[in-house]
């Protein structure tokens, strides 16, 4: 078993979409980004290629690289799973952490810990999504972005 860690953040502004865990959140300000800027999962994607001495999420899905202009974050952690895969690797667990003061995520947790489970080939119940605010400290408490924090195991196939 390995693990590893990912951090990602994005800058929040208007008319953008929001979009964690694959789920889109209504919301009155989205993130900004070259792909669909999910922070979430840009977090496990970084943990899970940590674990595996894999580099990180910009070497592999550069950003300005026309072939991810508007990318579903999700269809880029289908190909690290293979990534995985083709080095005898499979995910074992998720933990992650969405720091953000609005909108409140409650309701959408269970809907994205489906989704990255789904891709991941995991249960959901190998996956974790929490949600927390800053207490409006910092870049996130004054709703100027987002923050995504995760951890990941892989195991041998």
């Known amino acids: 078993m390995r693990v590893g860690i990912g951090y990602d953040v994005h800058r929040l502004a208007p008319e953008h979409k929001l979009v964690l865990g694959g789920v889109e959140v209504p ?3 989205g993130l900004i980004g070259w792909s669909d800027a999910d ?3 840009h977090a496990v994607i970084d943990a899970l290629l940590g674990a595996a ?3 990180d999420i910009g070497s592999h899905f550069p950003p300005g690289d026309p072939q991810y202009k508007n990318i579903s ?3 880029l952690l289908r190909r690290v799973v293979g990534m995985l895969g083709e080095r005898g690797w499979k995910a074992g667990n998720i933990d992650a952490v969405i720091v953000a003061e609005q909108p409140k ?4 947790i269970d809907s994205m810990r489906r989704n990255l489970g789904e891709v991941l ?3 959901a119940a190998m996956v974790s999504v929490k949600a927390s605010t800053s207490e409006q400290l910092g870049f996130a408490g004054r709703e100027e972005g987002m923050v995504a924090w995760a ?3 892989i195991t041998e196939e």
């Open 39 to 41: 922070v979430l999962v």
């Open 151 to 153: 951890v990941a195991t």
């Open 27 to 29: 919301s009155e300000q």
């Open 105 to 108: 995520l409650k309701d959408y």
């Open 121 to 123: 080939g995991i249960d």
């Open 73 to 75: 974050s999700l269809v």
């Open 53 to 55: 001495a894999l580099g």
